[in-house]
Nanobody
């Protein structure tokens, strides 16, 4: 069974930090491009960050550049998103996704709330 399980979400004050994790199982994680997405109320799902196989190339949405860092640990089948300098507009449900040439897998998401 394929699973992507996010963790690390929660409530934080503006300017704070969180580290999200996505634990993968049931497929060959190291061969997939993996990404973080988020969806906030009233907005479309947004691609936040992507890291390719074997992890040498990263891309970020303009809204998070300089604040978020995506990384992966292929030995442990885990994707991370380090989020710093958080803003209220970062509030959303964050999901991880993994894609190959023929398949795409999604996690269930973890909620991040940034408020005073």
């Amino acid at each position: 069974q394929v699973q992507l399980v996010e963790s690390g979400g929660g409530a934080v004050q503006p300017g704070g930090s969180l580290r999200l994790s996505c634990a993968a199982s049931g497929f060959t994680f190291s061969t997939y491009t993996v990404s973080w997405y988020r969806q906030a109320p009233g907005k479309e799902r947004e691609l936040v960050a992507t890291i390719t196989t074997p992890g040498g190339r990263r891309n970020y949405a303009d809204s998070v550049k300089g604040r978020f860092t995506i990384s992966r640990d292929n030995a442990n089948n885990t994707l991370y998103l380090q989020m710093n300098s958080l803003k209220p507009q970062d509030t959303a449900v964050y999901c991880c996704g993994a894609g190959s040439l023929s398949r795409y897998y999604w996690g269930q998401g973890t909620r991040v709330t940034v408020s005073s």
